[in-house]
């Protein structure tokens, strides 16, 4: 098992759990976590207890990407989080959530979430607004493209 840890963008701690990797990448891991909080209906889905996330984190991109199915594996859709390259660890992963997210349904179907945020936020670095804008444009031509793990 390892941890992972979501920073705000100013490096606050805003979420701590434990994952169980699954393969070290080149430049990332893929860790598995299972929702264990109360179900959360965001809108476009509802995250229910026992729901597994096959999670991808890079330290190279500016993304992660959670593959979400339920407890017995049919396929929710895929939560992005826009956030700046992941500091991997033999212990953990620690990354900076940058506000930006992007939801595709099972069916393909893409939002991309908090733009209203992203926009108003007056602490984000020059750095992390670029760095957060050239995250969107990829994941959405990996998405156009349907390259794994879409």
């Known amino acids: 098992m390892i941890t992972v840890v979501k920073l705000d ?9 434990p994952a169980r ?10 860790l598995e976590a299972r929702w264990e909080l ?12 026992g729901d597994l996330f096959t999670e991808f984190f890079y330290a190279d991109r500016w ?5 979400i199915s339920t407890a017995d594996g049919t396929r929710k859709g895929w939560y992005c989080n826009i956030a700046a390259p ?6 953990g992963v620690e ?3 940058l506000l930006l997210d992007v939801w595709v349904s099972s069916d393909g179907q893409l939002l991309i979430l908090d733009e209203d945020e992203f926009a108003a936020n007056t602490t ?8 957060a804008s ?3 444009q990829e994941l959405l031509a990996l998405i156009e493209a349907r390259c794994e793990p879409f």
């Open 86 to 91: 992941a500091l991997i660890s033999e212990a």
């Open 38 to 49: 109360p179900a959360r209906d965001v809108g476009y889905t509802v995250f229910e207890p």
């Open 124 to 131: 984000l670095t020059d750095v992390q607004r670029h760095g």
């Open 9 to 17: 963008p100013q490096g606050k701690e805003m979420l701590r759990y």
């Open 134 to 136: 050239q995250g969107l």
């Open 21 to 30: 990797l699954l393969t070290r990448l080149e430049k990332g891991v893929v």
């Open 95 to 97: 990354q900076v959530d």
């Open 63 to 67: 993304f992660n990407i959670f593959a």
